[in-house]
């Protein structure tokens, strides 16, 4: 199994935690609001994790170049996120958005090291 793959299955465990949380605590709205939080905050480190990955042993410059992209692309999921939360405040509960983004990203981002080595 590659770095990708165990990204993904880490993080569908999270998102699956973080899901069953969030409708144990609100029901199903706040499953729903959790679930595009962390969806988005996902497919963020996937797509990082993957970009960074084959560069992990190149010089300076490249892996600058990728930890720099990666770090783009987070902060676009963190615009994404604040899309959907001004978008859908009428429907999906913001706090709840922005916990599943928040419980999803910092989760991953600790574990990152993990998949990188």
């Given amino acids: 199994m590659n770095a990708v793959q165990r990204l993904a299955s880490a993080g569908a465990l999270i998102e699956a935690v973080i899901g069953a949380l969030a409708f144990a ?6 499953l729903a609001a959790t679930l595009a939080g962390s969806g ?3 497919g963020a ?3 990082a994790v993957a970009l960074l990955r084959p560069a992990m042993q190149a010089r300076t410059p490249q892996f600058t170049q990728r930890w720099a992209l990666g770090m783009a692309i987070r ?3 963190f615009l994404a996120v604040a899309a959907v939360i001004v978008a859908a405040k009428a429907v999906l509960p ?3 958005v922005a916990a599943g983004y928040l419980g999803m990203m910092l989760v991953l981002l600790f574990l990152e090291t993990r998949f990188l080595t």
């Fill in 25 to 30: 605590m609100a029901g199903p709205v706040a």
């Fill in 40 to 42: 988005i905050a996902f």
């Fill in 45 to 47: 480190q996937v797509a």
């Fill in 75 to 77: 902060f676009g999921s």
């Fill in 94 to 96: 913001p706090g709840w």
